[in-house]
């Protein structure tokens, strides 16, 4: 039992990859990441190979990790509802709602309202490569069950195809 990094609920814990980064969540907070433990099992990697299907995608700037928290930043620092930014971008509350919750990643077009409205920047240089490393070392500190080895072997897989 612990605490969920997502909503906060006290909860049996599965560990997911979201972003790059290893959180502990409850049951219906892990379909928003990759499930790499689940709770009482030592069972792991089971989609870990889903991982490295960005990996061609390694070109110029990428969506900010933490863009949810920079939307939220920057409309509580113009004194902003979620329900007046969605009005002043013409979208739904319930989509900034998602955004801010990390739940939606918002569109070219979007993000590029998001930016403008906000004067902020939401996007950050492609450091998926970095990401992949740190988040092996991150794995295998945490569970020392799981070596680099197996994730490679996890990878190598895929790339061979089913
Ligand atoms: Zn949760």
């Given at each position: ?9 006290d909860s ?5 990859i979201v ?121 295998n500190f ?21």
């Amino acid at each position: 039992m612990g605490i969920c990094d997502m909503c906060g609920r006290d909860s049996e814990l599965y560990k997911v990859i979201v972003e790059g980064s290893v959180i502990e969540v409850c049951e219906s907070c892990s379909k928003y990441g990759t499930v790499i433990e689940a709770p009482k099992k030592k069972e792991v990697i089971r989609k870990i190979d889903s991982l490295y299907i960005d990996e061609e995608d390694n070109k110029g700037e990428t969506l900010a990790e933490d863009f949810s928290f920079r939307i939220k930043k920057a409309r509580e620092k113009k004194g902003l509802t979620q329900e007046r930014l969605a009005l002043a971008l013409a979208e739904k509350e319930g989509t900034i709602h998602r955004l801010e919750s990390g739940q939606l990643k918002p569109s070219d077009v979007l993000l590029r309202k998001l930016e403008q409205f906000l004067q902020i920047n939401l996007k950050e240089e492609n450091k998926d490569k970095k990401k992949i490393n740190k988040t092996k070392e991150d794995i295998n500190f945490r569970d020392k069950g799981l070596t680099i080895g197996d994730i490679l072997d996890a990878k190598n897989k895929k790339q061979e195809g089913p």
